[in-house]
């Protein structure tokens, strides 16, 4: 299945068919094998809309995330950027298109030198993709510091110093310093506490609006991509089974697969909750 949004203007993003193989050795006493981990996935995305990308583990989103951000190759199949076709080649991929492309963990304590300043870690993509000056650099990383919601009295700071959110807030800092149009989330809140979840899906959102961001969100809980998604996309075993806008997936899943994704997911609205509550109390008493 090769689902495609229909759209009369240039998407921000369009993927063709798009696969990844890998080769696994068998050893001593087996043959080698090839592995699908994406299986000719298809989409367009517009500017300023956020598509979910959603399955289980193994399904091959995270593949695929690793895919549009230029981490890995894809086998085949073509990658459009505002209509231009990407050469994802080894020292083919132009600088311009690296800046305008840019990933956000699900762990970002991870991805951040636990050695180097806050400031640090901020201006470093300015310092090797740019020739402004240390103090221009520091105004940016100082000015992007507000806008994810923290303060200059971070800049000086290291890592070990902030909790998870503040963590995540400093990674989608850093990722939005080289002025990116496609932000690709690969899990960015699945290990935060719900009600820090909440407020990094509302910073996403405002940020959205305010740079005109396109976003690819990668996700295997529902209720985040209820909240935060446009359009929903649905992959089994490095296949697109379902595709459509967050409304109609929801509402009338197609395919037996996405059906059996949403009933094993417990619904997170308050009615839902108070009628297992009361479930509960009736079996008890």
Same mark, same amino acid.
């Not at 199949?77 to 991929?93: A, Q, S, W």
């Not at 990933?103 to 993509?125: A, C, H, T, W």
């Not at 305010?210 to 996309?233: Q, R």
């Given at each position: 299945m090769n689902p495609v949004s229909q759209t009369s203007a240039t998407p921000m993003l369009e993927i063709r068919d798009v696969?990844?193989?890998?080769?696994?050795?068998?050893?001593?006493?087996?043959?080698d094998k090839t592995v699908h981990a994406v299986k000719g996935v298809s989409f367009k995305l517009?500017?300023?809309?956020?598509?979910?990308? %959603?399955?289980?583990?193994?399904?091959?989103?995270?593949?695929?995330?690793?895919?549009?951000t230029f981490i890995d190759e894809p086998t085949s199949?073509?990658?459009?950027?505002?209509?231009?076709?990407?050469?994802?080649?080894?020292?083919?991929?132009t600088q311009e298109m690296r800046q305008k %492309?840019?990933?956000?963990?699900?762990?970002?304590?991870?991805?951040?030198?636990?050695?180097?300043?806050?400031?640090?870690?901020?201006?470093?993509?300015?310092a090797i993709n740019t020739k402004i000056s240390t103090a221009e650099r520091r105004d940016r990383a100082i000015e992007m510091l507000v806008k994810v919601g923290l303060g200059p009295e971070h800049y000086n700071r290291y890592p070990h110093m902030f909790s998870g959110g503040q963590r995540q807030r400093i990674a989608i800092a850093r990722a939005l310093m080289l002025n990116p149009t496609l932000l690709v989330l690969d899990e960015p809140v699945s290990a935060l /506490?719900?009600?820090?979840?909440?407020?990094?899906?509302?910073?996403?959102?405002d940020l959205q609006e305010?740079?005109?961001?396109?976003?690819?969100?990668?996700?295997? /809980?529902?209720? %985040?991509?209820?909240?935060?998604?446009?359009?929903?996309?649905v992959m089994y075993f490095g296949e697109a089974v379902e595709y459509g806008s967050r409304e109609a997936v929801f509402a009338d899943p197609k395919h037996d697969y996405t059906k059996t994704l949403f009933a094993?997911?417990?619904?997170?609205? %308050?009615?839902?909750?108070?009628?297992r509550i009361a479930a509960k109390q009736a079996m008890a008493g």
């Open positions: 696969k990844r193989d890998y080769h696994v050795g068998g050893g001593l006493f087996k043959a517009e500017t300023g809309k956020t598509l979910a990308i %959603v399955g289980e583990s193994g399904c091959g989103k995270s593949t695929l995330a690793r895919i549009l199949g073509e990658i459009l950027i505002d209509g231009h076709k990407v050469d994802t080649r080894p020292g083919h991929l %492309v840019q990933i956000i963990f699900q762990n970002p304590y991870g991805s951040l030198n636990p050695r180097q300043k806050i400031g640090d870690v901020l201006g470093e993509p300015l /506490d719900l009600s820090v979840q909440a407020q990094v899906l509302n910073l996403l959102a305010e740079f005109g961001l396109t976003y690819v969100f990668i996700s295997h /809980d529902l209720s %985040v991509v209820k909240y935060i998604a446009d359009e929903v996309m094993a997911t417990p619904r997170a609205d %308050v009615a839902s909750i108070r009628a």
